[in-house]
């Protein structure tokens, strides 16, 4: 059960989203997601907690990265060792950053050394929209889906032409500039291109009082990015390939020191994907897919040079087929070759996964179900068997009730069982997860609340005896209260949440690091005329961290960003923001600061085509 302190802290801001949907509810348009059951449907309809935002949102939130646009969803904390570009990882309701799979196109892009994705240098002009899917789907997408999934889709050709070119500077030496179009032609050739560049020269990430003999210098990041993508309507059918290459440079300090050093590193991000959507027939599609990530990592500046870089191969078939109305059936196949290739040679560097998926959802007069089992094999430890159960009931039109249960796993890394010198482990079990849930929604005319109480229990956690062996050592569990508010009130577009939480390592009894037992986020948007108004605030309490060992707090925090447009003709837009408007300081890793207050400013044109 969850403490009742923490739904005595909940409990009132639950109360004000009740009460602000039922103020100036406006009609609004159902806006569809394909995470949460690997098919259409609309995200009030989704059993498991679902947020998509749009690229109207993206516009509007003018955030500088991904990463700081996930901070702003409910139940995702945000880490990052220092500014734009340093290693970011989001705890999707307390899981780890590598229990989040990331996605972009459908593609996973965790590397294989850690398992992480690389979601700071993915540049948000290229996107589309993005699908947060919160809690354990490790049936649906097999390992590391047991914090959730972030799936990122770019964008696509439409029916349309578009041009538009976008450009930014301020605090800190910012220069960020981008280019995008579009057209689709009478006969079905769709070309979508884009092309992006930015410099930002930073500051001093590493608090030199609390780890010495650091280098105080700035920490700058640079990074280039490219896309296409080429469609074509055949019929009822779609055949596409699109590809994305990021590339660039980031600087950072060695905590070891010497107060001297400089160091920095080069990265390459690359997906590629050759596909196509088959309409066999009015109730029946096929998709088949070829794709391919790369993350490529050469740390070539420093005390400690080093490279790796990791590739995945994957081959993917997938059905969807509506057996009557409201029973839907999807089912896939993938195989995926992974290879890791390092300046320290792995005791083995390669291996294959195989996996097979079967969903069946139905949506008939109150009630919904969805049921979802995979199996995953792995050439270097074995199978896992996950599956979810789900199942809600529409109250009213406006209130439904849904509970789910589910299992999951999170594939043991390369670096876990084939790194050298003793370090990884083939014996190795992957961890494991198991998730129940509660939720009651209230959903109609554009306003949706949700509370959803939530318990996760993790076992079979890798960590490291006293000899540096990786081995299965942890058990953990997390257990809370996520309260979610989206919709309008009166002229205001809102979104707010509140997460109140217990994460717990169940074998020390302390609480696991970097999570705080609550944070919440509020932003509000107004438009009139011309103008577009924006404010953002992200607040957390205090967390454990580490320091060599030894426990130290992190103190909670409160962050203002405040934004504005003007639309100063049809197709030009002048815009600009201030974040940390309070210069407040504040860690999210002990001995690594966030950005103070930055001012910006850039322009938008798009081009009447």
């Known amino acids: 059960m969850v403490p009742k302190k923490l739904v005595s802290r909940a409990g009132l801001p639950l109360a004000l989203a009740l009460a602000a949907s039922g103020a100036g509810a406006q009609s609004a348009l159902r806006e569809v997601v394909v995470s949460a059951a690997r098919t259409e449907q609309a995200v009030q309809d989704a059993l498991p907690a679902t947020t998509l935002i749009t690229r109207r949102e993206i516009e509007q939130a003018q ?44 593609v996973p892009i965790n590397n294989l050394n850690f398992g ?25 997408y097999g390992s590391a889906a047991i914090g959730g999934v972030i799936q990122v889709f770019t964008r696509q050709p439409t029916g349309t032409p578009f041009a538009s070119v976008t450009a930014q500077a301020g605090s800190r030496g910012l220069v960020d ?25 930073g500051f001093n990430a590493i608090r030199q009082e609390e780890i010495p003999g650091t280098n105080p210098d700035r920490d700058g990041y640079r990074r280039r990015s490219a896309s296409v993508a080429l469609t074509q309507d055949v019929g009822a059918h ?21 107060a001297t050093q400089r160091d920095a590193s080069r990265f390459v991000e690359q997906v590629g994907t050759l596909d196509a959507r088959l309409r066999l027939a009015p109730t029946l599609r096929v998709d088949a ?52 290739a390092a300046d320290t040679p792995y005791d083995r560097d390669r291996r294959t996964v195989d996996s097979a998926r079967l969903g069946y959802a139905l949506d008939h007069d109150r009630h919904q179900l969805q049921l979802n089992a995979r199996h995953d094999r792995y050439s ?46 083939p014996d190795l079990r992957p961890e494991r997860v198991r998730s129940t849930e ?30 540096f062996h990786s081995i299965n050592v942890g058990r953990a569990r997390n257990r809370g209260l996520e309260l979610a508010y ?52 992200r607040a957390s309490g205090n967390r454990e961290d580490r320091a060599q060992g030894t426990p130290v707090r992190l103190a909670g925090y409160g962050v203002l960003d405040l934004s504005a447009a003007y639309a100063v003709s049809p197709q030009v837009k002048a815009f600009g923001r201030i974040e940390n408007v309070f210069d407040r300081a504040h860690e999210t890793v002990f001995g690594y600061r966030q950005a103070g207050r930055g001012v910006f400013v850039g322009v938008t044109w798009q081009p009447k085509l």
């Not at 050469?298 to 040079?305: C, I, L, Q, R």
């Not at 990791?310 to 081959?315: K, L, N, Q, T, V």
């Open 63 to 106: 955030t500088p990265d991904l990463p700081t646009l996930l901070g702003r969803l409910t139940g995702a904390e945000l880490t990052q060792t220092g500014p734009q570009g340093s290693v970011a990882g989001v705890f999707l309701r307390g899981a780890e950053p590598r229990h989040t799979l990331v996605l972009v196109d459908g």
């Open 116 to 140: 992480l994705g690389a979601i700071e240098h993915i540049p948000l002009a290229d996107v589309e929209r993005i699908e947060v899917v919160r809690g354990n789907v490790s049936s649906l």
């Open 177 to 201: 500039a981008n280019a995008t179009g579009s057209v689709k032609l009478a006969s079905g050739t769709g070309l979508r291109a884009s092309v992006g560049g930015l410099r930002d020269r």
């Open 238 to 258: 779609v055949v596409g390939l699109r590809l994305r290459d990021a590339r660039g440079r980031i600087e950072y300090d060695n905590e070891f020191g010497p």
């Open 289 to 340: 897919a070829l794709t391919r990530a790369v993350d490529k990592l050469d740390a070539n500046e420093g005390a400690f040079p080093f490279f790796v870089n990791s590739r995945s191969d994957a081959g993917q078939l997938a059905a969807e087929w509506e057996a009557a109305p409201g029973h839907r059936v999807t089912a896939g196949l993938e195989h995926t070759r992974q290879h890791i």
């Open 380 to 425: 270097d430890f074995g199978s896992a068997n996950t599956w979810l159960a789900a199942y809600g009931y529409q109250l009213t039109q406006a209130w439904r009730a849904s509970a789910s249960v589910s299992t999951g796993f999170r594939a043991p890394s390369f670096n876990d069982l084939f790194f050298p010198f003793g370090i990884g482990n």
């Open 438 to 467: 509660l939720a009651l929604q209230y959903a109609v005319r554009g306003q949706e609340v949700r509370a959803t109480l939530f318990r996760n229990r993790f076992h079979d956690l890798i960590g490291f005896d006293s000899a």
């Open 486 to 537: 989206a919709g309008r009130v009166r002229d205001y577009a809102v979104r707010a949440g509140l997460t109140a939480q217990d994460p717990r390592d169940l074998d020390t009894d302390a609480r696991l690091v970097r999570r705080a037992r609550v944070f919440g986020h509020l932003g509000v948007t107004r438009e009139l005329g011309a103008w577009q108004w924006g404010g953002n605030l």
